[in-house]
């Protein structure tokens, strides 16, 4: 059995990607940094369907915490040979509020969007190798390619994200290297001000709502493509259209 590692895999997209996984036959490893029940709970799930699972905790954005994670993913599963880079992080601040761009607000998107991603594929690189066909999918964001988003940092974060989606499909070759790029998604990221997201959301030309679903089944499309390396595939409803 194949064993994917899914970051931020306890909730929201990640939870969904986990599931989606699993019913397509891999052991998952969900890692979380502070949502160890959601974490358990999917594990719960999973293992109820018959499948195997394990919750890792670990903060990505920490070089040698990420190297521990996949040791200990490859000491209980197995090897890493899917790995799904969905853990982020975002600091909402007006577009062109530049002041509220600080130092700090910067160093903490770029560690989670940016810096969590290339530890885990750099920790994960000689099990992916090793793999038949090792795959990475990452998840970006549209506001890496529109400019616009939560954020400054959060949208050029994601921007970068989408560079080193390309370098990594290059330097791991013939592991292949993906991204995913969902559009609005009405996930705990709106608790609060679910108006709001869902009032952006009338500009997709699709009339409904692009789901965690919709993105991991995406996701598992480009785990099982086995021709495709270096995309971007954008999940959005035509928003950006």
């Keep these: 059995m194949r064993t994917a590692l899914v970051t931020g895999g306890g909730t929201g997209i990640g939870r969904a990607c986990s599931l ?19 974490a358990e709970a999917a594990v719960a799930e999973i293992e109820a369907d018959g499948g195997r699972a394990i919750a890792v905790a670990a903060d990505v954005t920490d070089d040698a915490a990420v190297t521990a994670m996949v040791a200990d993913v490859r000491g209980r599963l197995g ?21 509220g761009a600080s130092d700090d607000v910067w160093q903490q998107l770029l560690a989670v969007n940016l810096m969590a991603p290339w530890y885990c594929a750099r920790a ?3 099990d992916l190798r090793a793999a038949e066909d090792g795959v990475v999918v990452n998840i970006g964001s549209i506001a890496g390619l529109t400019g616009s988003g939560s954020s400054l940092p959060y949208a050029v974060s994601k921007s970068a994200l989408h560079g080193l989606t390309r370098s990594l499909a290059r330097a791991l070759a013939p592991v292949r290297v993906n991204e995913v790029a969902p559009g609005l ?38 785990v099982e493509s086995r021709a495709m390396t270096g995309q971007t595939v954008v999940v959005d409803g035509g928003q950006t259209l």
């Design 20 to 38: 989606s996984l699993h019913r397509a036959g891999r052991a998952v490893a969900i890692s979380y940094r502070r949502s160890s029940d959601d």
């Design 79 to 99: 090897p890493v040979e899917v790995l799904v880079n969905n853990a982020g992080a975002t600091i909402p601040l007006p577009l062109d509020d530049l002041d």
């Design 124 to 126: 994960a690189a000689d």
């Design 185 to 222: 998604v009405m996930t705990r990221w709106w608790a609060g001000n679910e108006e709001r997201g869902r009032q952006l959301a009338t500009k997709a030309l699709i009339d409904r709502e692009t789901t965690p679903e919709d993105v991991a089944r995406a996701v598992l499309g480009l």
